[in-house]
C-alpha cells in the first residue's frame, strides 16, 4: 500500500472488501442530513439518515482495531433539533457498539446557525467508538505546557494532598513534579473558514472539517506509521494530514470529483517536503 490510497465508490461497498481489524482509526465526515445533496441527490434525512449511517458506521467499526470518530451535525427547523447525532449514538449503542465520550469539535459557527431564537451553532459532536481500551493512544498529542506550578492557582493550598493538582510542592515527603504536559481535555478548538482551513483546497469542498480537527485526532489516535481510513473523504483533509505526521491513509468517495480533489491535497504536502 503506498502513502495514500484513493478509491472511488460507496464506501458500504468499499469497507465490506476490507479486513477485520485492519485499520488502526477510521475518522471522517458523513453527508450531514438533508444538509446539501453533493450533486449526488442525498436527500436523506431523520430516521432513514440514522439507518443509512448505522450501516455503514458498524463496518467503520469493523474494520478498526482502534478508534473509530465521526464527526455528525443535526439540523435546526422550525425551532426543532432533529437530534440525529444523539439518535445515531442510542442506536449504536443499542446496536452493541461501545461508544466513547464523545469529544466537541468546536468552532466559531455561522451566524443564526442555531435558529433566531437560540445561540449560535459553535460545536458538532465526534461520535466514538472502541472495541476497548485503544492499543495505541497518545492522549498527550495535543497537550500543553501546564498552566500552573505547584503552589499555584486555582487551588492555592498551603497543605500537601495526596493527588492534589497545584497545592504544596511535598506529596508525603516527595517533591512534586508537575506534568510537562497537561491533558488537552475533549473539546477541540479550532479556526475555521477565511483561508484558516489549513489548504486553499479544502475551499473546493462543500463541507471540509479543519486540519487542526484532524491532527489532533490522527495525532492522539493512530501510531507513527500506521493506517487512517476516511470513508468521505470529501478535499482529503485527514489524509493530508496523516501524509504530513507519518501516517499511511485509504481514501473513499463516492465522487470521482473529491478523488482527485484528495489527489491533489496529498500532493500537495509532499510538495512541502520537497
Ligand atoms: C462532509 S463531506 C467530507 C469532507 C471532508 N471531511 C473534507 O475535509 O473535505 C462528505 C463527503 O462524503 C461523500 N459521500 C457521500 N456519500 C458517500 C458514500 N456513500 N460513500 C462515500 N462517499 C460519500 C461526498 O461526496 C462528500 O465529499
Same mark, same amino acid.
Given at each position: ?11 458500504? /461497498? +468499499?469497507?465490506? /472488501?476490507?479486513?477485520?481489524? @485492519? ?7 458523513? %453527508?450531514? /442530513? ?6 449526488? !441527490? ?5 430516521? /432513514? ?14 474494520? @478498526?482495531? !482502534?478508534? +473509530? ?25 443499542? #446496536? ?55 503552589? !499555584?492557582?486555582?487551588?492555592?493550598? &498551603?497543605? #500537601? &494532598? ?18 510537562? *504536559? ?21 475551499? *473546493? ?13 490522527? *495525532?492522539?489516535?493512530?501510531? %507513527? ?11 482529503? &483533509?485527514?489524509? #493530508? +494530514? ?18 482527485? *480533489?484528495?489527489?491533489?491535497? +496529498? #500532493? ?7
Amino acid at each position: 500500500m503506498g502513502d495514500a490510497e484513493l478509491i472511488v465508490g460507496d464506501c458500504l /461497498e +468499499v469497507l465490506r /472488501e476490507m479486513e477485520t481489524d @485492519s485499520i488502526d482509526l477510521v475518522f471522517c465526515s458523513p %453527508p450531514y /442530513e438533508a444538509a446539501r445533496s453533493y450533486g449526488i !441527490g442525498f436527500t436523506l434525512k431523520s430516521q /432513514e439518515w440514522v439507518d443509512w449511517s448505522v450501516e455503514r458506521y458498524l463496518e467503520c467499526v469493523r474494520i @478498526s482495531r !482502534g478508534l +473509530v470518530a465521526w464527526v455528525v451535525e443535526g439540523q435546526t427547523r422550525q425551532f426543532r433539533w432533529s437530534a440525529t447525532p444523539a439518535l445515531l449514538m442510542a442506536d449504536l449503542h443499542r #446496536a452493541g457498539v461501545k461508544l466513547r465520550k464523545p469529544p466537541i469539535y468546536k468552532r466559531v459557527g455561522i451566524p443564526g446557525s442555531g435558529g433566531p431564537d437560540w445561540w449560535r451553532n459553535d460545536y458538532e459532536f465526534v461520535v466514538c467508538s472502541s472495541k476497548g481500551k485503544l492499543p495505541w493512544s497518545n492522549n498527550l498529542a495535543m497537550g500543553k505546557p501546564c498552566v500552573y506550578p505547584p503552589g !499555584g492557582a486555582p487551588s492555592h493550598r &498551603t497543605t #500537601a &494532598t495526596r493527588g492534589s493538582s497545584g497545592g504544596d510542592t511535598r506529596v508525603q515527603g516527595a517533591v512534586y513534579k508537575p506534568p510537562a *504536559l497537561a491533558n488537552p481535555g475533549n473539546v477541540i478548538e479550532c479556526s475555521v473558514g477565511g483561508g484558516r482551513m489549513g489548504s486553499k483546497l479544502a475551499h *473546493l469542498s462543500e463541507a471540509p472539517f479543519s486540519e487542526k480537527l484532524a491532527e489532533a485526532v490522527i *495525532l492522539s489516535f493512530c501510531p %507513527p506509521g500506521g493506517i487512517v481510513v476516511d470513508p468521505f473523504c470529501g478535499s482529503g &483533509t485527514a489524509l #493530508a +494530514v496523516a501524509k504530513r505526521h507519518g501516517r499511511k491513509s485509504i481514501g473513499i468517495d463516492i465522487r470521482e470529483s473529491q478523488i482527485e *480533489l484528495s489527489r491533489r491535497r +496529498v #500532493a500537495e504536502v509532499i510538495g512541502e517536503n520537497t
